[in-house]
T-cell receptor, first 113, second 115 residues
Framework: NAGVTQTPKFQVLKTGQSMTLQCAQD?????MSWYRQDPGMGLRLIHY???????DQGEVPNGYNVSRSTTEDFPLRLLSAAPSQTSVYFC????????????FGEGSRLTVL | AQTVTQSQPEMSVQEAETVTLSCTYD???????LFWYKQPPSRQMILVIR??????QNATENRFSVNFQKAAKSFSLKISDSQLGDAAMYFC????????????FGTGTSLTVIP
C-alpha cells in the first residue's frame, strides 16, 4: 500500500537553483495538494488540483509552480529557490467525495542556503 | 476564509493521565468536517479522528475522543490513558462541506508525555 509517495525526503539547494519535488498517489484521488509547514504556522496550502489538467493557487503560491498531467502525479517546482522557501513540504490527496480526509506523504525537508 | 485556532502551543501530560487539546474554528457554513491529525517526530501526518458537523454524537477512536460543540465552534481532543507514543504535534483541521476539497489547519499543539 504505497499511498502518497514524495521524493526526495531531504534536499539542500543554493539560492537561485531550481528543483522539483515529486508526488505520486496510487489511490485514484481526484484532489491533490501541496502544503508547506513552518514552525508556529501550521500547514499552509501552496497549490492544489481537483483533477488532471486543473490546478489552482492556495494561500502561499509565489515562487512555486505545479502541473497535473495525470491523476497520479502532482509535482511541485521551485523556479528560483530563496532562503524563505526553507521548509518542510507535504503532498496530500483525497477523494472529492463529501468529507474525505487528507492522505499525506512523508514530507520533504528543503533547505535553501 | 475559515480560520482554525489552537491556542495551546504546548501541553504536557503524565503517562496514564488524561489530557484535552483545544481547537476553535470560525465559519458561517453549516456543513463541514473536522479532523485531528497527529505528527510524531517521524514527521508523518496521521489521522487520529474525524467528526461530521451534522452528527451530534461525539466521535471516538479507542483512547481518543472529541468534544464537539457546534454552537460554540469548538472541537477539543481528549486523550485518555496517555502513552509515551502519544507524544507528537497535533493539528486540528477543518474541511468545507460537500465535494469542496478545502482544508484549513490550526498551528498545532506540541504534546509531551512525561513518564
Amino acid at each position: 500500500n504505497a499511498g502518497v509517495t514524495q521524493t526526495p525526503k531531504f534536499q539542500v539547494l543554493k539560492t537561485g537553483q531550481s528543483m522539483t519535488l515529486q508526488c505520486a498517489q496510487d489511490m485514484n484521488h481526484e484532489y491533490m495538494s501541496w502544503y508547506r509547514q513552518d514552525p508556529g504556522m501550521g500547514l499552509r496550502l501552496i497549490h492544489y488540483s481537483v483533477g488532471a489538467g486543473i490546478t489552482d493557487q492556495g494561500e502561499v503560491p509565489n515562487g512555486y509552480n505545479v502541473s497535473r498531467s495525470t491523476t497520479e502525479d502532482f509535482p511541485l517546482r521551485l523556479l528560483s529557490a530563496a532562503p524563505s522557501q526553507t521548509s518542510v513540504y507535504f503532498c496530500a490527496s483525497s477523494y472529492a467525495q463529501r468529507g474525505g480526509e487528507l492522505f499525506f506523504g512523508e514530507g520533504s525537508r528543503l533547505t535553501v542556503l | 476564509a475559515q480560520t482554525v485556532t489552537q491556542s495551546q502551543p504546548e501541553m504536557s501530560v503524565q503517562e496514564a493521565e488524561t489530557v484535552t487539546l483545544s481547537c476553535t474554528y470560525d465559519t458561517s457554513e453549516s456543513d463541514y468536517y473536522l479532523f485531528w491529525y497527529k505528527q510524531p517526530p517521524s514527521r508523518q501526518m496521521i489521522l487520529v479522528i474525524r467528526q461530521e458537523a451534522y452528527k451530534q454524537q461525539n466521535a471516538t477512536e479507542n483512547r481518543f475522543s472529541v468534544n464537539f460543540q457546534k454552537a460554540a465552534k469548538s472541537f477539543s481532543l481528549k486523550i485518555s490513558d496517555s502513552q509515551l507514543g502519544d507524544a507528537a504535534m497535533y493539528f486540528c483541521a477543518y474541511r468545507r462541506g460537500g465535494n469542496i476539497n478545502q482544508f484549513y489547519f490550526g498551528t498545532g499543539t506540541s504534546l509531551t508525555v512525561i513518564p
